[in-house]
């Protein structure tokens, strides 16, 4: 499967901003998705993940609560949903696949066998 991200973008800290990962290619309703993130001089770091087929999820604790994963199948689209944007959230964001049908909670880099291209998010203070 091959992955776009977009909807980056500059926004003040508080603010919101949606993430899409568009898929094409074999069946995006086969691989669960998830989201990394890097800022520079870091280890790409997971942020959140979703089933392929349910409406389970999983985030890190410093984004639960304010991000939100989800994801339509018959679009080939997966989201992230940013709110109450903090300074430490920027980074380069990128959405991930791992195998298809192969799904934990905290995927790591070494499962993921599609990467998109990276999405710029900056919050300013």
């Known amino acids: 499967v091959q992955l776009q991200a977009s909807g980056g973008g500059l926004v003040q800290a508080g603010g919101s901003l949606r993430l899409s990962c568009a898929a094409s290619?074999?069946?995006?309703?086969?691989?669960?998705v998830a989201w990394f993130r890097q800022s520079p001089g870091e280890e790409r770091e997971f942020v959140a993940t979703i089933h392929w087929s349910r409406s389970v999820t999983y985030y890190i604790d410093s984004v639960k609560g304010r991000f939100t994963i989800s994801r339509d199948n018959a679009k080939n689209t997966a989201y992230l949903q940013m709110n109450s944007l903090k300074p430490e959230d920027t980074a380069v964001y990128y959405c991930?696949?791992?195998?298809?049908?192969?799904?934990?909670?905290?995927?790591?880099?070494?499962?993921?066998?599609?990467w998109g291209q990276g999405t710029q998010v900056t919050v300013s203070s």
């Open positions: 991930a696949a791992p195998r298809p049908y192969y799904y934990t909670q905290l995927l790591k880099k070494e499962d993921i066998a599609s």
């Open positions: 290619g074999r069946a995006f309703s086969s691989y669960a």
